[in-house]
């Protein structure tokens, strides 16, 4: 059977969202997954390649993946709102998804920036089963706390993370208690350099447990 591949425009708060959906390569999805892109500032998009690795991980275990440019980003429109409006974007795309599958139970991930984006809508949902934070940047602490959170969430964090060092990431999971838990992934640094193939089987293995 093909992989469903489909570009989308999803409205948005500041217009049309850019958006590309894949489903699973030999079977009909089980689970559904948005996936949140980093700095939009930095360079960051849906192509990044953490990001695609994520969306390809989840594929390869059932999940139907939505990936999306935040406001300003490529053929998005609209302009950076210092992660407010790109967070409301976000939970536009998250509802047309769950519009789409409404069935499916679903989760909520994202990298770096797009990891704080992830836990804002993730942890606000009843219904996310999970939330995939990985890359977490840790220099964000004093600004959101993120401590409060019904969703379970596991974090993948690179071992040579510059904007996630251990020594602040792993306190601060402690901290969260037995709804979160972390995997490191020995890296070079902050973008999984020489793990990317590691990095995907983590994320397959934390999708495999959706259902």
């Known amino acids: 059977m093909p992989r469903k591949i489909e570009s989308h425009t999803i409205a948005g708060p500041a217009g049309r969202i850019e958006a590309l959906l894949e489903e699973p390569d030999e079977c009909e999805p089980r689970f559904a997954a948005l996936v949140c892109h980093p700095h939009p500032q930095?360079?960051?998009?849906?192509?990044?390649k953490v990001v695609y690795r994520m969306a390809r991980g989840l594929r390869g275990?059932?999940?139907?993946?939505?990936?999306?440019?935040?406001?300003?980003?490529?053929?998005?429109?609209?302009?950076?709102?210092?992660?407010?409006g790109?967070?409301?974007?976000?939970?536009?795309?998250?509802?047309?998804?769950?519009?789409?599958?409404?069935?499916?139970?679903?989760?909520?991930?994202?990298f770096s920036?797009?990891?704080?984006?992830?836990?804002?809508?993730?942890?606000?949902?009843?219904g996310a089963r999970r939330v995939i934070v990985v890359g977490f940047p840790t220099r964000y602490l004093r600004e959101e706390s993120f401590e409060h959170c019904a969703t379970p969430r596991v974090f993948i964090?690179?071992?040579?993370?510059?904007?996630?060092?251990?020594?602040?990431v792993?306190?601060?999971?402690?901290?969260?208690?037995?709804?979160?838990?972390?995997?490191?992934?020995?890296?070079?640094d902050?973008?999984?350099?020489?793990?990317?193939?590691e990095l995907e089987r983590v994320i397959s293995a934390a999708g495999a447990m959706i259902g």
């Open 113 to 126: 920036f797009g990891s704080r984006i992830a836990q804002k809508i993730g942890c606000a949902s009843n």
């Open 190 to 197: 902050h973008f999984f350099e020489g793990a990317l193939d």
């Open 157 to 168: 964090q690179s071992t040579n993370d510059e904007h996630g060092p251990r020594g602040e």
């Open 170 to 188: 792993e306190p601060f999971v402690q901290r969260l208690g037995t709804g979160a838990s972390i995997e490191w992934i020995e890296a070079r």
């Open 42 to 48: 930095h360079g960051g998009t849906m192509h990044n």
């Open 61 to 84: 275990v059932g999940g139907v993946v939505l990936r999306f440019n935040y406001r300003g980003v490529n053929l998005s429109d609209g302009v950076y709102d210092e992660g407010r």
């Open 86 to 110: 790109e967070t409301a974007d976000a939970r536009a795309c998250l509802l047309w998804l769950l519009d789409r599958y409404p069935v499916l139970p679903y989760v909520v991930a994202g």
